[in-house]
């Protein structure tokens, strides 16, 4: 599987879909791969081309870039910078789109995850996030850690 997303990224360097199988081979064996991989995904989830590759479009190619940003926001939990972890999350909320039960629910995970660790690290900090998390709706308001 490896090699044949290797030669999707290198074939076309703009479709998104081999940076996303390459970072999810990644995850076990190597975060910084992992994690760059999950980027030039991001990335190019961002600026995805419909013309070009029509295959993918609306609630996929939404639900994809939601699962990179989570995939970025574990591995930032995995090397214990909890912060990054919650800004990268930040930059979607999965309840103002038509995200997948599941997306939503890993979304939600991973920032109850995140904030517990935070927590355990700087509470203050911790707290403020919780607030922001609270305010968006992602979590309830008497959430406790």
């Known amino acids: 599987m490896r090699m044949y997303a290797e030669i999707l ?7 998104p879909d081999g940076y996303y ?18 980027s030039d995904a991001l990335k190019n989830y961002d600026n995805y081309n419909t013309d070009k590759f029509p295959g993918i ?11 990179s940003i989570i995939g970025i926001a574990d591995i930032y939990m995995v090397k214990a910078e909890y912060v990054k ?12 789109s038509s995200y997948s039960d599941i997306e939503r629910q890993n979304y939600t995970n991973t920032v109850a ?3 517990e660790k935070l927590n355990k690290k700087n ?9 922001i998390f609270q305010d968006r709706n992602i979590l309830p308001k008497g959430h406790k850690f």
């Open 85 to 96: 972890a919650l800004e990268k999350l930040l930059l979607i909320n999965p309840l103002s």
């Open 9 to 15: 990224v290198e074939k076309h360097p703009d479709y």
């Open 21 to 38: 199988i390459l970072a999810r081979i990644y995850e076990e064996e190597n975060e910084n791969h992992a994690l760059k991989y999950y």
């Open 113 to 115: 995850k995140s904030l």
């Open 57 to 67: 479009a609306g609630v996929i190619l939404e639900n994809r870039r939601l699962d």
């Open 123 to 131: 509470k203050k900090l911790a707290d403020r996030y919780l607030k």
